[in-house]
């Protein structure tokens, strides 16, 4: 792989980190809107690296949270995780850091937890088919996961 598509790489893992954080955050920076920089990442992604990369991958999933967290609108968050999944296929390590983050979010901000086991189900389903059992990952996951069990059963 070249440098200049390594560099590209990193540059789009690094800027869907952000904006992850961003739309998680609820915090809109100083750029634009966060639907503007989580549609911008997904435009450079495809521009930069094309439509079937893993990065570009991300940043579709990136605006399933913008959707669900920002606009409470889980039929339109989840049409683009499906768009996500379809670009990665079985191959969708990717995706899993996205949900387990989101579960978070359900977990500590908006207190929802069929929300967050929602994601978390999903995080930890993608981890189990492409992980070891021992990877401190799953372990994270299954930990989040029964943190918003044990609130599902509390409310």
């Known amino acids: 792989m ?14 869907n980190d952000w904006v992850r954080a961003r739309i998680l955050k609820q915090d809109p ?15 450079m992604a495809a521009n930069s690296l094309g439509s079937q990369h893993p990065a570009y991958a991300v940043s579709l999933q990136n605006l399933g949270p913008y959707y669900d967290a920002i606009e409470n609108d889980t039929s339109k968050a989840n049409e ?12 969708d390590l990717p995706l899993a850091e996205g949900f387990y ?28 088919r492409a992980l070891s059992s021992d990877d401190l990952q799953l372990a994270e996951t299954m930990i989040a996961l029964g943190y918003a069990k044990g609130m599902e059963t509390e409310t």
């Not at 989101?102 to 981890?127: C, P």
């Open 29 to 43: 920076p100083p750029e634009g809107s966060l639907l503007k920089i989580a549609e911008r990442a997904r435009d």
């Open 101 to 128: 983050w989101l579960g978070i979010f359900h977990n500590q901000v908006s207190h929802d937890a069929k929300r967050a086991e929602a994601a978390l189900t999903e995080a930890l389903a993608i981890q189990r």
């Open 80 to 91: 683009f995780f499906a768009q996500a999944r379809a670009v990665l296929k079985e191959n």
């Open 2 to 15: 070249s440098d200049d598509k390594t560099g590209i790489e990193e540059a789009a893992s690094s800027e």
